[in-house]
Structures are given as C-alpha cells and as structure tokens.
C-alpha cells in the first residue's frame, strides 16, 4: 500500500508561480517511478510530468516543458511539481500518482493516485 497526499495549491495569476507537494508514505521502496497528473473539467486526464524515485530520469511533455519541473527529496519522502510561467489553460486538479511495475518514466502504468489538488490560474 502506498498514500500519497498532494499540497500546495491554490489561486494564481497568469505568471506566477506555484509548488506542489506529494508526501508519500507506505511501502514507498516498491515505487520506483512517480509523476504528476491533471485534470480539467471535460477533459481527458494529462500527464504533465514523471520521475524515476532515484531522480536521474525526468520526462515532460511538450505542453508543460520549460516551465513545469518534477523533483524529489528522499529523506522527506516527498515529490515536488514546481510550476512557474504558470497560464489559464494550466487550471486543473493535479495528481501525485506512483508506479511499482515500471521503471520507466511516462503516462502509463500508474498505480497509486493521491486525492489531488486544485490549481486554479487566473487571466
């Protein structure tokens, strides 16, 4: 079993910046990718970042690259989504997710879901 439990988001206006947070508890050495997902309303779920749990690998989409960065801090347990340059189109509720059968960084393959955070961008 793995909880993850997402933070930090909130109202924003166009440009500015925000942190997301994913604390992770459980039985977390069997997670070996992470990544962030979103969700706006009538709108497919978006894979907007993915981390291997050592860090090395990093993969973004187009979307969001340059802008969104995914990182950890073992000792704490915790993935980051820091997201700067933010715009409108960006408003949706984020998702922490976690994958025990790949390596591999990327939208598939995800396991564990955190309850999600709202991100709202305002123009």
């Known amino acids: 079993q793995v909880q993850l439990v997402e933070s930090g988001g909130g109202l924003v206006q166009a440009g500015g910046s925000l942190r997301l947070s994913c604390a992770a508890s459980?039985?977390?050495?069997?997670?070996?990718?992470m990544g962030w997902f979103r969700q706006a309303p009538g709108k497919e779920r978006e894979f907007v970042a993915g981390?291997?749990?050592?860090?090395?690998?990093?993969t973004y989409p187009d979307s969001v690259k340059g802008r969104f960065t995914i990182s950890r801090d073992n000792a704490k347990n915790t993935v980051y989504l820091q997201m700067n340059s933010l715009k409108p189109e960006d408003t949706a509720v984020y998702y922490c997710a976690a994958k025990t059968g790949s390596t591999v960084v990327g939208p598939d393959r995800y396991d564990y879901w955190g309850q999600g955070t709202q991100v709202t961008v305002s123009s």
């Open positions: 981390m291997t749990w050592s860090g090395f690998s990093t």
């Open positions: 459980g039985r977390t050495f069997n997670s070996y990718a």
